[in-house]
């Protein structure tokens, strides 16, 4: 009945009290918060959805200066802006949907998504702006990136499970060399009563023993790191010493096997801005992986690789097994996507999504005829700036 404009007996005056009728019951109605100020951030209109955003009436701010929605520290700059874009004509919001925090009347403030539109009316130039609360975006995405941590962590622990025999091993090494060094000592001490060897000998065997239980403890630190639960944190590290450590503890699972790692790295440090474990976590999956394949292979090798290409560091792990079908590589990255038996199909899925929280990607050059996979990890170059610390790790 009140189609307005398109009515020929509908007069002037009458329209626009149509209009103004639809407006109105377009701010009653919106989900979203509406807000429209002058040109002097002089608040014109403020819808329900805003009242209850805001906890404030619509007659407590209409007259008054957008600022008392906003925390002090914006509402400072507000009239700048304003009088930035008057004299420029430079936008720095309008038509750009941005994340922005507003001020509740109790104080709180909370992330709010803002977008502005720009309106020429015969009383002057309005701003409409259009706003939706964050919060419970925010609080999802919180509880995902905990989880997605939980995870990792979980996937962590379960490689490092795995990797539990190979591991007693690899610390048996050590233990047993330091224990001969040390009875070598001290046969040596009985049979002269404390005298008589030669103190050069003494201390180079003694170095050999400490440099051994060294290595055995750097083995367990490492270990330990993995399993550690910890929020993420990011260092600006060379990445070739990360791969190259993560190779080393991955590696004890290709012994026995006859598999053959061959690493490549440049001299030059390839500086990342990265959280080492997360990463380290990445070659592992993947360098595993490629031993399981490759053990099967008649030419039994894995080749991990670093190296720079412009702003980009790569990672490159291949391998000699049988390479991934057009068909399977379609599905590879999702999560639970196995042909393991005891396979629980997420090391590519939490690997690639690792990599792009880092700004990087794990792709895939599937092989084939004749040619194992090829995984590319990519990762930015960093500057240094962008980590939480910059000391390395
Ligand atoms: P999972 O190891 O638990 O199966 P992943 O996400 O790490 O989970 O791997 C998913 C699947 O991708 C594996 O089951 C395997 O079929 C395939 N795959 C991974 N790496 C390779 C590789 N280097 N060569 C061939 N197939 C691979």
Redesign the pocket.
Known sequence: MDSGAGEPDVDRSDRSTVSEARFASLMETAADGIVVIDENGIVLAFNKSCEALFGFAAGDVIGRNIKIIMPPRYADDHDGYISHYRETGEKRIIGIGREVSGRHSDGTVFPVELSVGEAMTPIGRQFIGILRDLRPRKQVEQRLSHLQAQIMHMTRLSAMDEMGAAVAHELNQPLTALMLYLQTVMRHARSTGGTGMDPDRLVAILEKARAEAERAGGIIQRMRHMVEKRDPERSHVDLSQIVNEAIDLAAFVAQGSTVAIRRSFPKEPVMVDVDPIQIQQIVM??L???VE?AKDSPGKWVSMAVRQDGDSALVVVE?S????SAE?SQT?FRTF????KT???????ISRSIAQNHGGDLGLDPGGDGR??R?ILTLPIGDGLSGNNTTGD
């Open positions: 999956n993947l595993r992986n490629a394949v391998d097994g049988p390479g991934i399977q590879l996507s196995t042909t393991k396979g629980m199909g997420l090391g590519l899925a194992g996979a995984f």
